[in-house]
């Protein structure tokens, strides 16, 4: 079972549109990363969000953790090429504390962005 | 190299044999990982060190699966008797002295194919 359900599965637009990707869970999650992955590389992180209702900016990308700390999105603004790749999400589970060992992720978004 | 080296990029490899996959993490780093990534689904976690610690191996997922870090530093991660279902990607990553919510950086990862 997976513990972060992420959606879409798939996205693909042309340069220049807006999107958002989801990450929900019914668990609660003392932090939620989100990283991104291109073919034949490890996945590298983006941004690591702490606090319920926390948002955080990163050029064009905003990522919201939810209030009650159990899901996540992550907006890109004006989409680029260079946005192409597998955005995952990743949750360290309260119970672990900041054992970040026990990361859990989700199956990821494949975004395509055509020029 | 300043990032997280694993060896070797590609194995192919027979089913029945056993395979060895190297993991160099970044120098420092006390922490280490072991994640596996099928194709369409998330990172699956394997293993966890840190420093001096017992390992982390609630995500190995049979006796055939088994790691060790020697001298605080290099990884192994040995699979005996492979089956079809251990292709994948096999990602290994690091993270610095124990921090709250710290970056985890990942290598690029050992695409397994066993035939």
């Known amino acids: 079972t997976q513990l972060l359900e992420q959606s879409p599965q798939f996205l693909s637009i042309q340069e220049g549109e807006n999107l958002t990707v989801y990450c929900n869970s019914s668990?609660?999650?003392?932090?939620l990363q989100w990283y991104r992955q291109e073919p034949g590389e490890g996945p590298v992180l983006l941004v690591t969000?702490?606090?319920?209702?926390e948002v955080k900016k990163l050029k064009r990308l905003t990522f919201q953790f939810g209030d009650a700390r159990k899901d996540s999105s992550l907006h890109i603004t004006a989409a680029q090429t260079g946005d192409t790749g597998l955005y995952l999400c990743?949750?360290?589970?309260?119970?672990?504390?900041?054992?970040?060992?026990?990361?859990?992720f989700g199956r990821g978004t494949q975004l395509t962005v055509w020029p | 190299g300043a990032g997280v080296s694993q060896s070797p990029s590609n194995k192919v490899t027979e089913k029945g044999k056993d395979v060895e996959l190297r993991c160099d993490p970044i120098?420092?780093?006390?922490?280490l990982y072991w994640y596996r990534q099928s194709l369409g689904q998330g990172l699956e976690f394997l293993i966890y060190?840190?420093?001096?610690?017992?390992?982390?191996k609630s995500g190995l997922p049979s006796d055939r699966f088994s790691a060790e870090r020697t001298g605080g530093s290099v990884s192994t991660l040995t699979i005996q008797r492979t089956q079809q279902e251990d292709s994948a990607v096999y990602l290994c990553?690091?993270?610095?002295?124990?921090?709250?919510?710290?970056?985890?950086?990942f290598g690029s990862g050992t695409q397994l194919s066993v035939l």
């Open positions: 990553a690091s993270s610095p002295p124990a921090a709250t919510n710290e970056k985890l950086f």
């Open positions: 668990s609660v999650f003392s932090s």
């Open positions: 969000v702490v606090t319920g209702g």
């Open positions: 990743a949750g360290a589970h309260p119970d672990r504390g900041s054992t970040l060992g026990r990361l859990y």
């Open positions: 120098s420092g780093h006390t922490a």
């Open positions: 060190f840190q420093g001096n610690s017992a390992p982390d």
